[in-house]
């Protein structure tokens, strides 16, 4: 049974910083990559970044680029979300994601096979 298991999220001051981390496991982990996703109150849930399985590409929203880094360690079977200079706009639950596809790493939620259950992230004024 695949899981995917966020933490690291809570309650942060604006131009503060969070790592969320992601523990896969029952899945060849290698073999996939990795989104993250958030969905904020009222919102759709949106595209924030992925990771190939290699760990050499990645892709980053552009309202993220500069603040957040995504990352991975495969011998772990984790992958992280480094977020600095958090933001309010930055509030949302954030779910971790996996794909089977790799070329092109997916950026839309249909790309993704699997989900993690999310963890909250809230950035006060």
């Known amino acids: 049974q695949v899981q995917l298991v966020e933490s690291g999220g809570g309650l942060v001051q604006a131009g503060g910083s969070l790592r969320l981390s992601c523990a896969a496991s029952?899945?060849?982990?290698?073999?996939?990559?990795m989104g993250w996703f958030r969905q904020a109150p009222g919102k759709e849930r949106e595209f924030v970044a992925a990771?190939?399985?290699?760990?050499?590409?990645?892709h980053l929203t552009d309202s993220v680029k500069g603040r957040f880094t995504i990352s991975r360690d495969n011998a772990k079977r984790t992958v992280y979300l480094q977020m600095n200079n958090l933001r309010p706009e930055d509030t949302a639950v954030y779910y971790c994601?996996?794909?089977?596809?790799?070329?092109?790493?997916?950026?839309?939620?249909?790309?993704?096979?699997?989900w993690g259950q999310g963890t909250q992230v809230t950035v006060s004024s």
């Open positions: 990771i190939s399985a290699s760990g050499s590409i990645t």
């Open positions: 994601a996996a794909a089977r596809r790799q070329f092109p790493i997916p950026t839309s939620q249909s790309g993704y096979d699997y």
């Open positions: 029952g899945l060849a982990f290698l073999g996939y990559a």
